[in-house]
Antibody
Framework: QLHLQESGPGLVKPSETLSLTCTVSGGSISTYTYYWGWVRQPPGKGLEWIGIIYYSGSTYYNSSLKTRVTISVDTAKNQFSLNLRSVTAADTALYYC????????????WGKGTTVTVSS | SYELTQPPSVSVSPGQKASITCSGDTLWEKFTCWYQQKPGQSPVLVIYEDTKRPSGIPERFSGSNSGNTATLTISGTQALDEADYYCQAWDSNTVLFGGGTKLTVL
């Protein structure tokens, strides 16, 4: 059974880079079945899609974040990562990683999420 | 840009049918899915490809998609169904979420 776990710093200073990693267990990240994605949820608000990556490295990003976001994959470690540059307080959120079904883009499995606060 | 619109809140009495809508231009052309999120928990997929239920999701959850509106229906709503519900679709290489609907069972 697929399991995803986010990890990374809980506190990031303004203007710095937020870096998170999602470790996939119970299956290979190098599968035809899924993209691997990031979603965030600001406190008290709805879900915001950040981007997805295929194991081959192809990516799609939210256009509103595209200039600041990089998602990468490490197939050897069965992990994928999120880098969000030049963060501000508006980037404070609960960050989730998820397995995204390849053909219809439903997010079948979610991690528990990790809270990131942007503050000096 | 494409948007998905949900009502902010829906109320239902226990045992009754709850319907949560998700509207978007020519939404019928896209596959939609639905997530349930309870306080302090990660979202859970309850409907995918418009009408399909993942394993473990109760039969009282169903979905439809016609015209500009997709609908999540919960038949015989239970108190444990009280949660936020989000629709989602894919358009122009973008994952789109609706704003979410808070379902209150009272």
């Amino acid at each position: 059974q697929l399991h995803l776990q986010e990890s990374g710093p809980g506190l990031v200073k303004p203007s710095e880079t937020l870096s998170l990693t999602c470790t996939v267990s119970g299956g290979s990240i190098s599968t035809y079945t899924y993209y691997w994605g990031w979603v965030r949820q600001p406190p008290g608000k709805g879900l915001e899609w950040i981007g997805i990556i295929y194991y081959s490295g192809s990516t799609y990003y939210n256009s509103s974040l595209k200039t600041r976001v990089t998602i990468s994959v490490d197939t050897a470690k069965n992990q994928f990562s999120l880098n969000l540059r030049s963060v501000t307080a508006a980037d404070t959120a609960l960050y989730y990683c998820a397995a995204v079904e390849y053909y219809y883009y439903s997010m079948d499995v979610w991690g528990k999420g990790t809270t990131v606060t942007v503050s000096s | 840009s494409y948007e998905l619109t949900q009502p902010p809140s829906v109320s239902v009495s226990p045992g009754q049918k709850a319907s949560i809508t998700c509207s978007g231009d020519t939404l019928w052309e896209k596959f939609t899915c639905w997530y349930q999120q309870k306080p302090g928990q990660s979202p859970v997929l309850v409907i995918y490809e418009d009408t399909k239920r993942p394993s473990g999701i109760p039969e009282r959850f169903s979905g439809s998609n016609s015209g500009n509106t997709a609908t999540l229906t919960i038949s015989g709503t239970q108190a444990l169904d009280e949660a936020d519900y989000y629709c989602q679709a894919w358009d122009s290489n973008t994952v789109l979420f609706g704003g979410g609907t808070k379902l209150t069972v009272l």
